[in-house]
């Protein structure tokens, strides 16, 4: 099990930064991926960036350039620092966390935090 916690998230003008905070209840370096989505008003959630095995990050094309993914193995947590944001990336960004079962191999776990909500406005 793996509990997440969201936050950072707020009101911010086109063009400005904000950085998500996600801490997870247990060590990351047990955990198999790590990740942000996000989900938008009527829009299906989408990734916006992760980490993958091997400390591998992979992120949404609308997002490339602009986000970074990060993360402090010694505080459990995961960031994502957002600059020059649009009102297009408004929505609530969720923390995802991957595991895999202990009694089944070939089974992933995932896990979810509450969600921030970013807005941008023009």
């Not at 193995?73 to 020059?84: A, D, G």
Request: charged share 20%; with cysteine.
């Amino acid at each position: 099990q793996v509990h997440l916690v969201e936050s950072g998230g707020g009101l911010v003008q086109s063009g400005g930064s904000l950085k998500l905070s996600c801490a997870a209840s247990r060590s990351i370096f047990t955990i198999n991926a790590m990740g942000w989505y996000r989900q938008a008003p009527g829009k299906e959630r989408e990734l916006v960036a992760g980490f993958t095995s091997g400390s591998k990050t992979n992120y949404g094309d609308s997002v490339k350039g602009r986000f970074t993914i990060s993360r402090d193995n010694t505080k459990n947590t995961v960031y994502l620092q957002m600059n020059n944001l649009k009102p297009e990336d408004t929505a609530v960004y969720y923390c995802n966390a991957a595991t895999i079962s202990a009694s089944d191999p070939k089974r992933t776990l995932e896990f979810w935090g509450q969600g921030t909500l970013v807005t941008v406005s023009s």
